[in-house]
Nanobody, 121 residues
Framework: QVQVVESGGGLVQAGESLRLSCAASGSIFSINDMGWHRQAPGKERELVAVTSSSGSGSTRYADSVKGRFTISRDNAKNTVYLQMSSLKPEDTAVYYC?????????????WGRGTQVTVSS
């Protein structure tokens, strides 16, 4: 079993920054993608950013956060970070960490419980 725990959420004003962390622990096998999703009230969960373990560690961002958010990972610690800058009220959401891990030919998806980010105007 793999546990995924997020931290770092909080209440900030527009224009400020926050850094989210997500650590995976437990029966860790081959972790592939690590990413962040978010869900605002009344909206569907959406991808924010994802980083792959393959090659040069490619990253992908939602258009709405490009240039403001940066995803990074520490493979030795099985941890992924999301540095959020120039926050906007529309960034308010619960942020969830997602970890994809492979054992043999099967890929497993693990989610954290989420951390609340609230941006006031």
């Amino acid at each position: 079993q793999v546990q995924v725990v997020e931290s770092g959420g909080g209440l900030v004003q527009a224009g400020e920054s926050l850094r989210l962390s997500c650590a995976a622990s437990g029966s860790i096998f081959s972790i592939n993608d690590m990413g962040w999703h978010r869900q605002a009230p009344g909206k569907e969960r959406e991808l924010v950013a994802v980083t792959s373990s393959s090659g040069s560690g490619s990253t992908r961002y939602a258009d709405s956060v490009k240039g403001r958010f940066t995803i990074s990972r520490d493979n030795a610690k099985n941890t992924v970070y999301l540095q959020m800058s120039s926050l906007k009220p529309e960034d308010t959401a619960v942020y969830y960490c997602n970890v994809l891990a492979t054992r043999g030919i099967i890929t497993y998806s693990y989610w954290g419980r989420g951390t609340q980010v609230t941006v006031s105007s």
